[in-house]
């Protein structure tokens, strides 16, 4: 599938808006004249081994910044405009300024000039590229904290409501990356505890 480029542009997206533990993690990627990276798609279209297969390459040919947007805020902000938030910092964490942004969905954050586009992760390679690295940083920190917690399975799920996830939550109650503004957290027999 071709993805249209904009080079000097940045694209933005974000990853884990679903789960119900974890950061959002955005991205924000310019890929510079003259440079291709191949396989380049939403990341949701590709495999976890094509995703992390790319990411070294989109790393080392293109201009990016990644940001994170922990759970307690994500509690503080509601998943919208933590979303956003991370966005924002990704997009102004660029060590270059971009000609124009484009972020993938329908708004652009507070304060950014651009142009919003649906489903943009699979028709703007740069915003393909922000959805692969945004995706693959957080599932790498799902699997790290998994290590902490166990319990939960978030090497497997990476904090989606899956019913491994939610079993876990009834057995264990919530721990300090949940996102206790979600409706499975509050209910979870122990969310009182914390």
């Not at 992390?52 to 503080?76: G, W």
């Not at 708004?107 to 489903?119: M, S």
Request: glycine fraction near 8%.
């Amino acid at each position: 599938m071709k993805l249209d480029r904009f080079p000097g542009c940045a694209g933005v997206d974000e990853a884990g808006r679903g789960p119900l533990a974890g950061p959002v993690v955005a991205a924000a990627v310019i890929i510079p004249e003259g440079i291709t990276i191949k396989g380049l798609n939403d990341s949701k279209k590709l495999t976890r081994e094509q995703r992390e297969k790319l990411e070294p390459e989109i790393l080392e040919k293109a201009i990016y910044a990644i940001s994170f947007v922990d759970n307690l805020e994500i509690d503080t902000l509601n998943i919208l405009w933590a979303s956003m938030a991370a966005m924002k910092r990704a997009i102004e964490a660029l060590s270059t300024i971009p000609i124009n942004i484009y972020v993938d969905g329908n708004r652009l954050p507070p304060g950014i000039k651009g142009e919003a586009v649906i489903k943009g992760d699979g028709k703007v390679a740069e915003i393909a590229a922000a959805s692969i690295l945004a995706k693959v940083a957080r599932d790498r920190y799902m699997v790290e904290i998994c290590a902490k917690f166990p319990q939960y399975g978030f090497s497997r799920h990476f904090g989606y409501p899956t019913p491994e996830h939610l079993e876990a939550l009834k057995a264990h109650g919530p721990c300090e990356i949940h996102r206790f503004s979600y409706a499975p957290v509050q209910q979870s027999s122990q969310a009182t505890l914390f």
